[in-house]
Structures are given as structure tokens and as C-alpha cells.
């Protein structure tokens, strides 16, 4: 079936570098994406979103890409600190209705 | 403050012993929906409801039930919890912002394990 997937489950990354996670979607109709961040015993929060009619989209210290040629959209942590770590789910919105389909998720550890 | 909650975060039961999730938000948001996350699997959508009396099954329903009486709540029901239903429970609400993105706020979550 479609579905949104992660590029990798784990990545380690050295403080003040930046993070590039990647995430594949499979639905071409997905007209809205989003990533979310879950640090250790709390809920997702949101971090950024991006609409199929952008390819690219800036916000405080993080850019999402949206490659929608190749089904693709990456979120760049410039400046990764400690506080980044945590696991970063991209979601899928389909069919413009309010269910969102999510990835498994990256697992950032910044390395002091 | 605008917040979803979720009542208990932490619940230890046995296999067949009925037990509510209770999820309430104050931000009188029509949309509520239920995941759990389990390891290497992501989140995965239980049930959502649409609006007050009105629910509708997930990717993964079975085993458990919702109830929407009034906006605000939104209680996951397992009638009869196996050992398969051990995960890390979410409950969200949404509202669709004026550009038409989706919004979507999640409770702290609530680590359910079944013995």
C-alpha cells in the first residue's frame, strides 16, 4: 500500500553541524506534509510544513524540501544542538481530509 | 492554555480487564483521533472522530472502541486488552487552518502495558 517512510531510523550528528533527514512518500495525490518532532516522554509537536504547490519552505533554523518528482521531502536542522535530539516523523496528508499518515520515524542523537 | 490531555500516562492491567483512555482538549476542535506508536512502526491511526457522534475506524481498530458524546472528549475504550495492545497511546485534535493545513495537537500519551 502507500505509505510514508523514513530514509533512516538513526542518525548521529555532531553539535553545531547540520541534519538532513529525508523521508519517501509513495502517494502522488499528497498534497501536504508536515514533520514533527517527539522528544523523549512527550507527545509530537509540530515544526513545519509544506504544501505540494511549494518546494521549499524556511523556518526558524530548519528548511523542509520538497522534491515532488521524486516523491521526496527532506528537513535540514541548521546548527544541530543538544536539544535536536529527539525522533522526527515526517506525516502525509491525503485526499485533503485531516488524516495524516506517518512515517516510522528518524532518531536524531547530537553528539557534544 | 490550549492543550489536549490524557488520563492516566502510565497503566499497568491484565489480560480481559476492561480499562478507559480518557482525551480531552479545550481548544474546541472538531476533528479527534486516537494513535498508537510502537517501535520501528511510527504512528499509526486507531480511530478519529469527525465531530460529536460521529466516528469512523482507523488503520488499526481492532480491539478497541470510541465514543464522542460531546467535543471535548474522546475516551479509547479496550473492552477486553491483550497483551498485543502494550504500546505508547496518543490522542490528537486537529482544526484546518485558513490556507487549509492541518493542524494537529497530541496529548503527552499514555504507556498502556497488558500483562
Known amino acids: 500500500g502507500e505509505s510514508v517512510g523514513l530514509h533512516l531510523p538513526t542518525l548521529s550528528v555532531q553539535e553545531g553541524d547540520n541534519s538532513i533527514i529525508n523521508c519517501a512518500y509513495s502517494?502522488?495525490?499528497?498534497?501536504?506534509f508536515i514533520w514533527y518532532k517527539q522528544e523523549s516522554g512527550k507527545g509530537p509537536q509540530f515544526i513545519i510544513d509544506i504544501r505540494s504547490n511549494m518546494d521549499k519552505r524556511q523556518g526558524q533554523r530548519v528548511t523542509v524540501l520538497l522534491n515532488k518528482t521524486v516523491k521526496h521531502l527532506s528537513l535540514q536542522i541548521a546548527a544541530t544542538q543538544p536539544g535536536d535530539s529527539a525522533v522526527y516523523f515526517c506525516a502525509e496528508n491525503l485526499s485533503n481530509d485531516y488524516k495524516l499518515s506517518f512515517g516510522a520515524g528518524t532518531t536524531v542523537t547530537v553528539r557534544a | 492554555e490550549a492543550q489536549v490531555t490524557q488520563n492516566p500516562r502510565y497503566l499497568i492491567t491484565v489480560t480481559g480487564k476492561k480499562l478507559t483512555v480518557t482525551c480531552s482538549q479545550n481548544m474546541n476542535h472538531e476533528y479527534m483521533s486516537w494513535y498508537r506508536q510502537d517501535p520501528g512502526l511510527g504512528l499509526r491511526q486507531i480511530y478519529y472522530?469527525?465531530?460529536?457522534?460521529?466516528?469512523d475506524k482507523g488503520d488499526v481498530p481492532e480491539g478497541y472502541k470510541v465514543s464522542r458524546k460531546e467535543k471535548r472528549n474522546f475516551p479509547l475504550i479496550l473492552e477486553s486488552p491483550s497483551p498485543n495492545q502494550t504500546s505508547l497511546y496518543f490522542c490528537?485534535?486537529?482544526?484546518?487552518?485558513?490556507?487549509?493545513?492541518?493542524?494537529?495537537?497530541f496529548g503527552p500519551g499514555t504507556r498502556l502495558t497488558v500483562l
Open positions: 472522530s469527525m465531530n460529536v457522534e460521529v466516528t
Open positions: 502517494n502522488s495525490a499528497s498534497d501536504y
Open positions: 490528537a485534535s486537529s482544526r484546518r487552518s485558513g490556507q487549509g493545513s492541518v493542524e494537529q495537537f
